[in-house]
């Protein structure tokens, strides 16, 4: 099930006109792998980045586009070294390099997050996911789940919006995983509403 054709949402006077027209092109060339006609809104990055700081070190953002979320992760304070920025598109990928040139850019595929060694251990505080899954098979989103788990520190989270009522990781792949959704927020100034996702570890008793 692909995210809702709704997915045109309101954009913020920040976003510009040569981001519109990126973002527009690449739904155009693969509306399921992108999802969305225009970046995400800065009221939605807010949302989705508040609960970050510097204390967290090392961040994962996968499918960052544009890098709304990505500026709102540096407004936070989090250093831009210390981002780690997962973009399948190559344009995506190199206009991200050009605009932060101290963050680590990787051009490749989130399901495969697992089988590269991106990082020795387990360092990554937060996981940043601007990733359509409603649009994506139930095991690609596994495997991007997984694989940004597998970097996670014990106490880190995996933060994902959706425009669906529900969160977007089919409970049977949470279940699997061993992990827990909750609902933190939503940025009801766009159209359609957006609704945002922690993710973590189950609790053991």
């Not at 519109?20 to 092109?25: D, T």
């Not at 693969?30 to 809104?41: D, I």
Request: proline share 8%; with cysteine.
């Amino acid at each position: 099930m692909a995210e809702p054709s709704a997915e045109l949402r309101l954009t913020d006077p920040g976003t510009s006109c040569a981001d519109f027209s990126r973002f527009f092109r690449a739904w155009v060339t693969n509306p399921l792998r992108v999802a969305a006609v225009a970046p995400s809104s800065d009221a939605l990055a807010r949302v989705m980045t508040r609960e970050i700081s510097p204390a967290h070190g090392t961040v994962l953002e996968l499918g960052p586009g544009t890098g709304v979320f990505t500026r709102a992760l540096l407004a936070r304070g989090v250093a831009e070294s210390d981002l780690t920025l997962i973009e399948f598109g190559a344009d995506f990928a190199h206009m991200l390099g050009n605009r932060f040139p101290r963050a680590r850019v990787v051009s490749m595929d989130a399901a495969h997050l697992a089988r590269h060694a991106l990082f020795q251990g387990s360092p990554v505080g937060a996981v940043v996911s601007g990733l359509p899954l409603l649009s994506m098979p139930p095991d690609k989103v596994a495997d991007i789940v997984s694989g940004a788990f597998h970097y996670l520190r014990p106490d880190g989270a995996f933060y994902q919006f959706t425009y669906g009522p529900r969160c977007p990781v089919p409970r049977a792949v949470l279940a699997e995983l061993g992990l827990q959704a909750e609902r933190i927020g939503g940025a009801f100034w766009n159209l359609p509403p957006a609704s945002v996702y922690r993710i973590t570890r189950a609790r053991r008793f």
